[in-house]
């Protein structure tokens, strides 16, 4: 059956401006407030809290994170039977905020996810309508599963695997890996500077490229060409992470586009492990 096929993780401008009419759907922008006020998606609601909301990996911060979003996407209308749709400004001008939203629903086990492939920009150079109509959703409730859970790496597994075989591949800003500045909030944000003992870094920019319609990813070769300059290959155990989990989602999306099959990721990232003086990290160059 055509509806239990998997979606593609990107859809198109001129896909999704079809498919508006023939399937439910909720549209997610993840942008600021008054950035969507001014314009968006028709029929789009806004919900910022996918890209702002700080994460930790404890058993009481994953449940936090869990009923936070359950309830709001409940909220926008999601119940299963619809298809969620995030989408940002361009695929690299938001951090990522899109392609976390994909993340989390794939967490939350949700069965129908979609990020707008470019973004609104790639939207608007389709030549597609946008408007300031703010729409009233339907709450329903979102259902609740554990489907997706195998792709979220806690900061007890981090400590398990330091020194193993897995990669922690770091996809944050240089300034970050270097240590120079602490996260994109600010230089002195979160306590410590530095990265997680032995990762790799490949920055999350590296799996974007040009197109006429604004930032999309590289094909798949191309993204297993850059993972090679940093000795990671397809087949390896790749957990992800950056300050929150926002670029390291766009990573993702990346990798899983590419053929890259085990791929997780430690969502709460530096902006957690930093804030433990307990936690080993590294400074400074790698040597």
Known sequence: MANMMALPILVSPADLSKQMAEVPMVIIDTRDADTYAAEHLPGAVNLREIFTYLATSSTEGLEALKESFSAQLGAIGLSGEETAVFYEDSLNSGYGQSCRGYFLLTWLGYPKIQVLNGGLSAWKAAG???????????????????????????????????????????????????????????????????????????????????????????????????????????????????????RASNTYLALKQAGFDNVKMYFGSWNEWSRDPALPIETGLPA
Do not use: H
């Not at 897995?166 to 240089?174: F, G, K, N, Q």
């Not at 999309?216 to 989990?245: H, M, R, W």
């Open 128 to 246: 597609l309508p946008t408007t300031t109509e703010i729409p009233t959703p339907t709450p329903t409730v979102f259902p609740t599963s554990t489907a997706g859970s195998g792709v979220m790496v806690t900061l007890e597994d981090v400590k398990q695997k330091l020194g193993s075989a897995a990669v922690l591949m770091d996809v944050r800003d240089v300034d970050e890996w270097i240590g120079d500045s602490s996260s994109p909030y600010g230089k002195d944000f979160a306590p410590r500077k530095g990265r997680l003992p032995g990762a790799k870094w490949l920055e999350w920019y590296r799996f974007m490229k040009p197109s006429g319609a604004g930032p999309v990813f590289k094909s798949p070769d191309e993204i297993k060409a850059e993972c090679q300059t940093a000795g990671i290959k397809t087949n390896d155990e790749i957990i992800l992470y950056c300050f929150k989990g926002a």
